[in-house]
């Protein structure tokens, strides 16, 4: 059972365009969520993580916006460039529980920035 | 030097074969983690280690077996290899903080892009 659902599955976006990635999870008892980005031929690396006790996390052109009610929670990329072009990974983990120190990770999308 | 190396890199093998991917990282971390990737299903975990003498089973660890020989080095052997593993393996690492953080970042290594015939 995927507890952590990802969409969409592949994005194409102009440079200069904002890509957004929505994922949405059951575990209530999730408490930290990282996104992952993965460039072909390389291993995910951490892009930004929120905890559940802020509705939104700014990092440079990337922001993450949490909504707890809903379960869901997206990455925002602004001004997207032809470097961003990646796999990205949304994730779930929690401080206790069967979850923890383990990672959730969502479907992957597949960004692509034309220029 | 990759804080955290996967070996192979690239390995084709026949079913039935029995095959071992190896771990090795430098960043002294406690906690290790093996998962596959197959496209449209992200990562799935496979097991993980919390330190060497902990071991457990992830969410497929069916046809699969580990072994944590030190903190920097961790294993994943499939005793008889069939088509349906093949996959792209991730090594990872993370820290524990001294067992007070649940909910901290993993490092991955390159992969190792397994076929098998």
């Known amino acids: 059972q995927q507890q952590v659902k990802q969409s969409p599955q592949s994005l194409i976006v102009q440079k200069g365009g904002i890509s957004i990635i929505n994922c949405a999870y059951e575990?209530?008892?999730?408490?930290?969520f990282p996104w992952y980005q993965q460039f072909p031929g390389k291993g995910p690396a951490l892009l930004i993580a929120?905890?559940?006790?802020?509705s939104e996390k700014k990092e440079g052109r990337f922001t993450i916006s949490f909504n707890k009610s809903a379960k869901q929670f997206s990455l925002h990329i602004m001004d997207s460039q032809p470097g961003d072009s990646a796999t990205y990974f949304c994730?779930?983990?929690?401080?206790?529980?069967?979850?923890?120190?383990?990672?959730?990770f969502g479907q992957g999308t597949i960004l692509t920035v034309h220029p | 030097d990759a804080d955290v190396t996967q070996t192979p890199r690239n390995r084709i093998t026949k079913t039935g074969k029995r095959i071992m991917l190896e771990c090795s990282q430098t960043?002294?971390?406690?906690?290790m983690y093996w998962y596959r990737q197959d496209p449209g299903l992200g990562l799935r975990l496979i097991y993980y280690?919390?330190?060497?003498?902990?071991?457990n089973k992830g969410e497929i660890s069916d046809g699969y077996s580990v072994s944590r020989q030190a903190q920097a080095k961790f294993s994943l052997s499939l005793e008889s290899a069939i088509p349906n593993q093949t996959a792209l393996y991730f090594c990872?690492?993370?820290?524990?903080?001294?067992?007070?953080?649940?909910?901290?970042?993993?490092?991955f290594g390159d992969g190792t892009r397994l076929s098998i015939l």
């Open positions: 960043k002294g971390h406690d906690r």
């Open positions: 929120i905890r559940p006790d802020v």
């Open positions: 994730a779930a983990s929690s401080n206790g529980g069967t979850s923890y120190g383990k990672l959730t």
């Open positions: 575990n209530t008892a999730f408490d930290y």
């Open positions: 280690s919390f330190d060497v003498k902990d071991i």
């Open positions: 990872a690492t993370s820290d524990s903080l001294g067992g007070a953080g649940g909910n901290q970042p993993q490092h």
